[in-house]
């Protein structure tokens, strides 16, 4: 990383859409540097087997499809460097980043590919025992659970893959879910509902974790109700039913949110669900001209890891073409300036 060069494309995250975005962008001679951010690999890091990326029948491993990425990417000449975008400057030529180092960087292009990070519930006493016992990553923790009764928060896909990763380990996994449809896909809802060590807890909340740093957790307040949503009805006075549970460990599956707080201060917009929003149609760029977005940072709906390796692939071919463009204005007002000083 050179804080003095002007970089044609830095890309910031470095998920399968960054690496996929770097490939591209590495194989189009522009040399890119990828910011790896504080997750380096991202999401795929964190899970186990990926079943359905085209082109491995049999599977093949989070972490294993990220090192390969990012092979390929290093062998076509992209630059990797650790860094956290902390601040971004879009309104000047080249722009400016500031890392949470301190350190600063300009580039012409830029590609967010920072993807999404766990949410938390709001649990109370979850700030004092994230990680201590809970956990938003089942296959980075779930170890540490052998023999214990755990519980899953949530009803989509990550619920699901947590509780059957958990099942390996844990004497019981308990599902517990706001409402009593899950949200999870058919194939996915239906390994959990044929294990024979998941359970499920419908229109269910967590309300409370028990338990201290030097314990772990000890157990969970639940809360329910039989029309779903049971902190809501709670909140709005009715009534609901608590339970006490013992647990040893309590893992959170509830979806992620986008990681754009870098991008509040500077006129790439964003949705109300803080999703980077792109330009209407078939594109990647942003409302700044030049800043371009990927993979989960600007998908709210497919978050796969096949479409977002498509997407990094589309923002590094709308940067190339929006540098080439560049160029070529850069190169005429150049040119009308000498005449000008020559007439
Ligand atoms: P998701 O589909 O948004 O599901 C989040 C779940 O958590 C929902 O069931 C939601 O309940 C619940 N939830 C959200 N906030 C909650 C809160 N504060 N308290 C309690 N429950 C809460 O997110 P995801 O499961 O992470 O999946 C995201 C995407 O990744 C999906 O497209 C999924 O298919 C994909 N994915 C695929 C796989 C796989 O195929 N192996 C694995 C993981 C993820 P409601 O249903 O009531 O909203």
């Excluded at 009534?239 to 991008?263: R, S």
Aim: some cysteine; overall charge negative; hydrophobic content about 40%.
């Amino acid at each position: 990383m050179n804080e003095n060069a002007i970089y044609d494309v830095v890309i910031v995250g470095s998920g399968v859409a960054g690496l996929s975005a770097a490939v591209y962008a590495a194989r189009a001679d522009l040399e890119p540097l990828v910011l790896e951010g504080p997750e380096p690999g991202g999401q795929l890091t964190l899970t186990t087997e990926v079943e359905n990326y085209l082109g491995f029948p049999e599977g093949v491993g989070g972490t294993e499809l990220i090192q390969r990425g990012k092979e390929q990417a290093e062998r076509f000449g992209a630059e990797f460097a650790h860094g956290t975008v902390e601040d971004a400057t879009l309104e000047t030529r080249p722009f400016e980043l500031e890392l949470s180092s301190g350190d600063a960087l300009r580039a012409r292009a830029l590609i967010v590919a920072t993807g999404a990070s766990a949410r938390w519930v709001g649990a109370e006493n979850e700030d004092e025992l994230m990680g201590y016992g809970l956990s938003t990553c089942a296959t980075c923790d779930g170890a540490f659970h052998r023999g214990d009764d755990v519980l899953v928060i949530g009803g989509g896909d990550s619920a699901m893959e947590e509780a059957l990763f958990l099942a390996k380990f844990a004497d019981s996994v308990t599902i517990v879910h706001r409402r009593d449809d899950l949200r999870a896909s058919d194939i996915m809802a239906r390994r959990a509902r044929e294990h024979e060590t998941i359970e499920f807890r419908w229109n269910t909340e967590l309300l409370e974790i028990h338990g201290s740093r030097d314990e772990g957790v000890t157990g969970a307040t639940l809360v329910s109700h039989a029309d779903g949503y049971p902190t809501e009805k709670l909140a709005s006075g009715a009534d609901v039913e608590y339970e006490e549970v013992d647990v040893g460990g309590i893992f959170y599956g509830v979806g992620h949110d986008p990681n754009t707080a870098f991008l509040e201060d500077t006129a790439v917009e964003l949705a109300d669900t803080r999703h980077l929003l792109t330009l209407e149609g078939m594109t990647t760029e942003t409302a700044v001209a030049g800043v371009f977005g990927a993979g989960d940072v600007m998908d709210p709906d497919y978050r796969q890891a096949v479409t977002s390796a498509g997407t990094g692939s589309m923002a590094a071919l709308d940067a190339e073409a929006w540098l080439k463009e560049q160029a070529v204005s850069d190169a005429r007002s150049h040119a009308v300036g000498e005449i000008e000083a020559d007439g």
